[in-house]
């Protein structure tokens, strides 16, 4: 750990910097721990990626929503210390971890907490607490990551140390919510944890919400990405048969939400990605089928509307390049978007991948202009190029895939030849919409 543990305060008198362990330095790690960092706190970044560590200890964020300066701050206060060692954790007085909750064929892959629970435990002391934020199902706090904790450090709790649960509503990209103005939901053990975890956090957000139980917290946020997914579902399908009526789903879908109640608009797009929608409700279904032996069959029903979405652009694509005597074999794609999500770089099961190299499958050249995406993370199939008048002419589709705001879309409108906008983002009424 950083070793300033006691300093003097302006009134004379002695103050003491907590020391925060964040385990895993990703897009919910990173943030919280420089929040944390902001607000007067110790803290050790852990996470296993030596290049990351790496980048961070020389104050390069490959977090979007954290500029370079912002690490470079917090390396300089002498109050963030990235590392892969966690050794370094000796002496933590609050732990949170945030790895990666993957799928693996449909099931959950918890190795990743328990890895982190294995390791931590080995450095829990009486009094420290220790919060899980990764997204799961409902119980892993309490049946994984507890006698985890109790076997490798022979504490118990409750009692010798303080357990929670706080899902992360992290929204890269969000100017407007971000991690200390958006309501946290945190949950305990027990009295003493919740009184400990909702300490923590009142420190970094404006507003923590206690609930009852671990079990509730974890439900929650299955809940709210539930809620989106298929609420994104339901619109794509809608859109899948909208333009064969002749109706513009968009206009419908704003007409709707100029209802003040009852109401809450989404719109539909090439498919979902990153995390929080296709895999976070999966932990939820595969519970409730291993626990119950009953199917959840709203996310069933999401899940395959939403994976058929970029088939589905694909398609429409194709019919519009026959529509121009052009067939996809040997014709010029230009994409524009890779990523899964506007203005980031997140390529995690991101649609615009799936319609990009269905295409080039199917013959077509398929080059891609996204300036967050890192270069090395792009399949070999697909060629980077630039937004400019020259590739734009030259491609027989330019298909907006993810509407970065970076992008010229004017630009767009005036060269590209057959423009197909899964985004709603272009004005003219010669590009033909999702
Ligand atoms: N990204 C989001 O917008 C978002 C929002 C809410 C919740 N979540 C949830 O938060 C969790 C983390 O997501 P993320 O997007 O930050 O993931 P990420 O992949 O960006 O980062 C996770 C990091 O953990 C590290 N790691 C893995 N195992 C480790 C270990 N044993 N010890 C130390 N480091 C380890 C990885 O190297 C990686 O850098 C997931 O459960 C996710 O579902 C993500």
């Not at 809608?238 to 704003?254: C, P």
């Not at 997140?346 to 300036?371: F, W, Y």
Request: charged residues 25%; contains cysteine; negative net charge.
């Amino acid at each position: 750990m950083p070793r300033v543990v006691i300093v003097g305060d302006c009134k004379g008198g002695i103050r003491v910097i907590r020391r925060l362990v964040v385990i895993g330095q990703g897009y919910v790690g990173l943030p919280l721990a420089l929040r944390a960092v902001d607000v007067g706190f110790s803290v050790v970044g852990l996470d296993l990626d030596e290049e990351r560590v790496k980048r961070l200890s020389a104050g390069d964020s490959y977090v979007e929503d954290i500029p370079g300066e912002r690490l470079v701050a917090a390396l300089e206060s002498g109050r963030y210390l990235p590392s892969s060692d966690y050794a370094d954790a000796a002496g933590f007085d609050v732990c949170a971890i945030t790895v990666p909750t993957p799928l693996w064929d449909g099931v959950p892959d918890l190795r990743y907490v328990r890895d982190a629970a294995r390791e931590l435990a080995r450095h829990l002391r009486p009094g420290c607490t220790v919060i899980l934020e990764s997204t799961t199902y409902p119980g892993t706090t309490e049946e994984i990551v507890l006698p985890l904790l109790e076997e490798g450090s022979g504490l118990r709790a409750p009692g010798d140390f303080h357990l929670g649960y706080s899902p992360e509503r992290i929204d890269p990209g969000n100017p407007r919510w971000r991690l200390e103005n958006t309501p946290k939901v945190v949950a305990g053990l027990d009295e003493a944890s919740l009184a400990a975890v909702r300490g923590f956090y009142a420190e970094l957000v404006e507003r923590p919400v206690p609930v009852p139980s671990l079990r509730v917290a974890e439900l929650t946020k299955l809940i709210e990405n539930t809620f989106r997914h298929v609420n994104i579902a339901l619109i794509n399908e809608i859109a899948t048969f909208a333009d064969r009526l002749g109706i513009d789903v968009w206009a419908a879908v704003d007409a709707a939400a100029s209802k003040p109640f009852g109401f809450m608009p989404f719109y539909p797009g090439p498919g979902v990605g990153g995390h929080c929608l296709p895999i976070d409700p999966c932990y939820l279904s595969w519970q409730v089928k291993r626990t119950l032996g009953c199917e959840f069959r709203f996310v069933e029903l999401a899940n395959g509307v939403n994976r058929e979405m970029p088939h589905h652009v694909v398609r429409r694509i194709v019919n519009g390049l026959g529509d121009r005597s052009r067939p996809v074999r040997g014709c010029r794609a230009l994409v524009l978007g890779l990523a899964y999500k506007k203005n980031t770089g997140d390529l995690r099961e991101s649609p615009a991948l799936v319609v990009a190299k269905t295409l080039a499958e199917l013959g077509a050249d398929v080059r891609a202009v996204d300036p967050f995406v890192e270069p090395r993370r792009v399949p070999p199939e697909i060629t980077l190029a630039r937004l400019d008048e020259e590739e734009l002419r030259a491609a027989d589709v330019v298909a907006v895939l993810t509407d970065h705001d970076v992008f010229d879309y004017a630009l767009v409108e005036r060269y590209g030849r057959y423009v197909f906008d899964a985004r709603n983002r272009c004005r003219s009424a010669a590009v033909e919409l999702l």
